[in-house]
């Protein structure tokens, strides 16, 4: 199993500039969510889902929308990139029938805005 | 709402001393409690878990936590420090109703030859 597979890797944007982010999980997990993380500031939640074609905000949407179309992938989209929003973002999931919110992360995205 | 601290944000250590790196949490329930490891350029990787029954856990790579319920804290410990143990540390909790984690600011560790 790959696990928690995101792309791409490193990006570049300039400010005002849209893209997407993928994330994709082979583990059939139910919840997916996504992190920003910066220096001192720990992982923050932007948006989870507990289900195919559901979602919800987190800690810090703001100027993210996403979306979940398929039960194995989870889209973090930016519409207008800001300075701002120069972070490494983070992809995680979890299986929600034992209970346990153990999650399991992907590789992470780092993007630059200029 | 709960919250995550993690006392001291940089952590210092020669290679075989003790490793301590300290968390400290408030819920209104008792918690799910975790200790994920950060190396660098990488995602963050499970270290050990607590969820109920004994509360000393065992984790990967000799890491040990243990759940103090009278004190609300969830102290990460490994007795001889690793080149390898070189990587960030963040405590996070779950208070089990909403499938969301609350992570601390984590912990840079540096092990000194």
């Known amino acids: 199993n790959a696990g928690v597979t995101q792309t791409p890797k490193f990006r570049v944007l300039k400010t005002g500039q849209s893209m997407t982010l993928l994330c994709a999980q082979d583990m059939n997990h139910e919840y997916m969510y996504w992190y920003r993380q910066d220096p001192g500031m720990g992982l923050r939640l932007i948006h989870y889902?507990?289900?195919?074609?559901?979602?919800a905000k987190g800690e810090v949407p703001d100027g993210y929308n996403v979306s979940r179309l398929k039960k194995q992938n989870f889209l973090l989209g930016l519409e207008s990139a800001a300075p701002s929003q120069t972070s490494v973002y983070f992809c995680?999931?979890?299986?929600?029938?034992?209970?346990?919110?153990?999650?399991?992360f992907g590789p992470g995205t780092r993007l630059t805005v200029t | 709402a709960q919250s995550v601290t993690q006392l001291g944000s940089h952590v210092s250590v020669s290679e075989g001393a003790l490793v301590l790196l300290r968390c400290n949490y408030s819920s209104s329930v008792p918690p799910y409690l975790f200790w994920y490891v950060q190396y660098p350029n990488q995602g963050l990787q499970l270290l050990l878990k607590y969820t109920t029954g004994a509360t000393l856990v065992k984790g990967i790579n000799g890491f040990e936590a243990e759940f103090k319920k009278s004190e609300t804290s969830f102290h990460l410990t490994k007795p001889s420090a690793h080149m390898s143990d070189a990587a960030e540390y963040f405590c996070a909790v779950d208070p089990g109703s909403n499938y969301k984690l609350t992570f601390g600011k984590g912990t840079l560790l540096t092990v000194n030859p």
């Open positions: 889902s507990v289900g195919e074609g559901t979602t």
């Open positions: 995680a999931s979890t299986h929600t029938g034992t209970g346990l919110n153990e999650q399991y």
